[in-house]
């Protein structure tokens, strides 16, 4: 049996089928626009982060080209300290800062003070009384600030030696060889260690801040192989055929004196003087690898290593 649609029914459905295709067409029209809206306002928000990045990069950019313009001016004053560095320090200091006849450079133990200033002012007037120079005369500041630069870069830079003792010393060993009198070293009859011992060769106090560990066993071992000018050895002959050696204390265009390896001391007028000419060799006994044995000599070596 077939029913028959109620005239409310069918208004009802011409109604929903008028209503509904209207509200989608609503909806798609409304979507549209939001969804352009939208569109809009992210084109507007990357053209407006285009132009707040520009000055940004532009920033960058300026900032980059000026680091590397003072990494290649950084690289000028390298170059320069390196070459005075190698000119005037080198022979000293070593190559690599780590000492030679002059202390190491790449430590943190300074004897005259750790700031620049303090590097600068020694470059400048020198030690009196060591073989350091005054350089102020011939430097310019920009060149003494040139080595400094050049001076901290060696600290961290590898080091050019990896010398090592043949074997580790007793220190405590080596200190009563040091200072024993009547032993084979003998060395405070001519060393002084804490005010301690004789005039004759160099004051060994903080040895092991002012020289390289290698430069130190070379002394003991090669005692001629660098002799310190200020303990350079002179051989005098009188008139009356007396020959005297010993190390020069003053001298000056009519008179020297030195003193003996036995503390006696001498004091010659030079026009009575048959002969005089300082010794290539030092007064310091090039024996003494044969009197001590490999132990006892690295006993010396420890003790002296703690001086510092």
Known sequence: MVRSVQPCTRLSLVVSSIVVPGCAL??????GHIDAQADEERVHLSVASSKDAAPETAIAESESAQSSELTAKDEA???????????LCSGCHGGMGRGGKGPNLTDDRWLHGDKDED????IKNGVPGTTMKKLGESLKEQQTASIVGYVRSLARSPGES????YMAGDPKAGEQLFFDDNGKAQCAKCH????KGGHVGPTLDRIAARRSPEFVMESIVQPSKFIDPLFEAVQ????EGKVIVGLRINETNFSIQLREENGRFHSFMKRDLEEFHALAKSLMPENIPEQLSVKQLHDVFAFLMTLN
């Open 236 to 239: 005098v002959a009188t008139k």
């Open 192 to 195: 002084t260690v804490n005010r």
């Open 162 to 165: 990896n010398w090592t003792p």
């Open 77 to 87: 004053a390298l170059a320069e300290g390196q070459a005075l560095y190698r000119g």
């Open 26 to 31: 609503i909806c798609l029209h409304l979507n």
């Open 119 to 122: 590097i600068i002012r020694v």
